[in-house]
């Protein structure tokens, strides 16, 4: 079977290929071809020597994941959906704003965190991603969002990544950090380690492996100020108490170069939204640990039997952070129209036998459903 070269970071792609008795600087040439390029076939890569594409044929590839969808939403947010096997798919989603494109990436098929307010929680885990598979994610939407909007060369359409699709990174850990590293790598993405976001629910021992092997920034989804709350949201609690995780989170910004921990916090009507529990979130953080808090209204799906918190809650919530001197924004809900706002990406895990349906669907769909056709890039300009 052929190895997909989406799955190496430099140095592994290095190795590969001085395995097959080339030298580093040809596997710079070959990585940059694959990233910066988006470049697949081996035969186009001029510059590349004729020796080493000759070795590769036949025992390697640049193979990206087979789209199911794209959709588009009216304020520019893009959603992918992946075919990742086995009646699996995962979703991607590209949120354009003024200063910056932002993706947001999965790690899993499902999730085993099973937190109570978030839908891919609700089906359950399927299976790991690939390295291949978190970094065909990025590949296909840099390349295709380049071409869409017809970027000048050199200017990329992603400068932002955040791993808040489907599924807990941190519980995929040896396929996440060679793709943290391809994002990084100059010859990669080139991302700056400050616009790469791992987001947890608070796997300790790996935020601890993150901090010695990766620097990129850490988002942290707190959701309550105490043990109790949080157990009954987010169900690990109960393995990591909140103690032990702002311990982890303290020792992670001591690994420098490290600025702050970002709090998500999903905001939920009657449930943890009262302001004397933003009192109690302030002194629970406000002494130990520079952070920001970022308010999501939780975003509603029918099994749930949960509600948003009304607007002017949120905003008296975030005030008492504020007033406690923490910087709180409160997350825009964008792509609703296409839900492809957070914990909305269901991705299809639960239903195995609708690939099938969905694909036939995809061919003739109307609406904002864009098709997709052959390899040119569906999605039209930014807003
Ligand atoms: N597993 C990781 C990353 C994926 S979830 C984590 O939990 O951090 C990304 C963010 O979306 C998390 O902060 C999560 O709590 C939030 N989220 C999940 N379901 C949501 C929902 N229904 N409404 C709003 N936010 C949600
Ligand atoms: Fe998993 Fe994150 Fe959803 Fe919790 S919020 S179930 S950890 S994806």
Redesign the pocket.
Same mark, same amino acid.
């Given at each position: 079977m052929s190895i997909n070269l989406l799955g190496f970071d430099l140095e592994g792609l290095a190795a590969y290929c001085q395995g097959l008795g080339e030298k580093r600087f040809r596997a710079v040439q070959l990585y940059r071809w694959i990233h910066q390029r988006g470049e697949a076939d081996f035969a186009r890569m001029s510059d590349l020597a004729k020796s080493l594409r000759v070795r590769l044929d036949g025992v390697a590839l640049v193979q990206g994941l087979p789209p199911l969808s794209e959709h588009r939403s009216a304020d520019g947010t893009v959603k992918w959906l992946f075919d990742v096997g086995a009646g699996d798919a995962v979703e991607t989603v590209f949120i354009p704003e003024a200063d910056r494109g932002t993706l947001c990436i999965s790690s899993q098929a499902g999730?085993a965190?099973g *937190?109570r &307010? *978030? %839908?891919t929680g609700h089906q359950g885990f399927s299976r790991n991603l690939g390295t291949a598979e978190i970094v065909a994610q990025l590949w296909a939407a840099e390349h295709r969002l380049r071409a869409a909007l017809s970027l000048p060369e050199g200017r990329r359409a992603i400068d932002n990544v955040v791993?808040?699709?489907m599924? $807990?990174?941190l519980q995929n850990y040896a396929a996440l950090l060679p793709a943290l590293r391809t994002m990084l790598d100059d010859h990669g993405y080139g991302l700056s380690r400050r616009r790469v976001t791992v %987001?947890?629910?608070g796997v300790v021992p790996m935020i601890d492996r993150l901090r010695q092997d990766c620097p990129v920034a850490l988002?942290v %989804?707190l959701?309550a100020p105490d043990d109790a709350l949080r157990d009954a949201l987010v169900p690990l609690n109960r393995k990591y108490p909140l103690d032990e995780l702002l311990a982890a989170c303290e020792r992670y910004l001591s690994a420098a170069p490290r600025d702050f921990i970002t709090f $998500?916090y *999903?905001m939920l009507d009657g449930v943890n939204d009262a302001p004397e529990q933003a009192r109690a979130l302030l002194r629970l953080v406000r002494d130990r640990l520079p952070c920001k808090f970022n308010l999501?209204p &939780?975003?509603p799906?029918p099994a749930s039997g949960l509600r948003r918190s009304p607007p002017e809650r949120v905003q008296a919530f975030a005030r008492v952070l504020q007033d406690g001197g923490l910087v709180t924004t409160v997350r825009k809900t964008r792509g609703d129209d296409i839900d492809a706002a *957070?914990?909305q990406l269901a991705g299809e895990v639960q239903d195995r036998t609708q690939v099938a349906a969905r694909r036939a669907r995809a061919a003739g769909l109307a609406g904002r459903v864009i098709p997709i056709a052959g390899p040119g890039p569906a999605v039209a300009g930014r807003p």
């Open positions: 999730c965190v *937190c &307010f *978030c %839908s791993m808040m699709g599924g $807990e990174p %987001s947890t629910s988002a %989804s959701h $998500e *999903c999501i &939780f975003n799906f *957070c914990g």
